[in-house]
């Protein structure tokens, strides 16, 4: 069982460079979220998605662009890396009401 | 406003002790549910349980214990005769039906579990 399956796992970036970290789910969730980790800070909520076409804003969406074409893949973009970004970035899935699946986190370092 | 919040931010025990991990949260839906993960060393966030708001039966898994009560908005985690492995991250987090599934956590227990 593959369940939610991020990449890359480890980024380095230079300040003003784009990315996209991948997230792929083969669970037909319709729910996908992106969260990032810092210390202290707990999970923070950056985009989420409850089917394909449809994307929302989450608590630090400011900087990061997501889309679902599929109800499989979310993929999110760095569109001009900052050192604000440089954090641990989890993708999860969940179906309706039920508990989030996290992929193993893609840890991303801007310089 | 919070919606989840974790009060201890770190709690070290000696091996065999028995921890609770406070969690208190926060929401005007009447349909809600609350949620466990682990985060230990390695990095993973490993599901622990779920509560739906209409159960207040309290659960228990082993040598872990949930306590949900609507009254005081609190969801706690009680672990005992704690071990070594049990040194991990915990984290407690919110998901409103009308919000769509849209999770809330909070910050996070940092348990240190001492041989």
């Known amino acids: 069982n593959a369940g939610v399956t991020q990449t890359p796992k480890f980024q380095v970036l230079k300040t003003g460079q784009s990315m996209t970290l991948q997230c792929a789910q083969d669970?037909?969730?319709?729910?996908m979220s992106w969260y990032r980790q810092d210390p202290g800070m707990g999970l923070r909520l950056i985009h989420y998605s409850v089917g394909a076409g449809i994307t929302d804003q989450g608590e630090v969406p400011n900087g990061y662009n997501v889309s679902r074409s599929t109800t499989e893949d979310f993929p999110l973009r760095l569109l001009s890396a900052a050192p604000s970004q440089t954090s641990v970035y989890f993708c999860?899935?969940?179906?309706?009401?039920?508990?989030?699946?996290f992929g193993e986190g893609s840890r991303l370092t801007v310089l | 406003a919070q919606k989840v919040t974790q009060a201890q931010t770190e709690i070290s025990v000696v091996e065999k002790e028995d921890v609770t991990l406070d969690c208190v949260y926060e929401t005007r839906d009447t349909t809600y549910y609350l949620f466990w993960y682990k985060q230990p060393p390695s990095g993973e966030l490993v599901f622990l349980i779920r509560?739906?708001?209409?159960?207040?039966q309290n659960e228990i898994s082993g040598r872990y214990s949930w306590n949900f009560q609507k009254s005081t908005s609190s969801f706690n985690f009680t672990i005992t005769a704690s071990q070594v492995v049990d040194s991990a991250v915990y984290f407690c987090a919110l998901s409103e039906a009308w919000t769509g599934n849209q999770f809330y956590f909070g910050t996070g227990t940092s348990l240190t579990v001492i041989p």
């Open positions: 509560r739906n708001s209409f159960d207040e």
């Open positions: 999860a899935s969940a179906q309706a009401t039920g508990e989030l699946f």
């Open positions: 669970m037909n969730h319709e729910y």
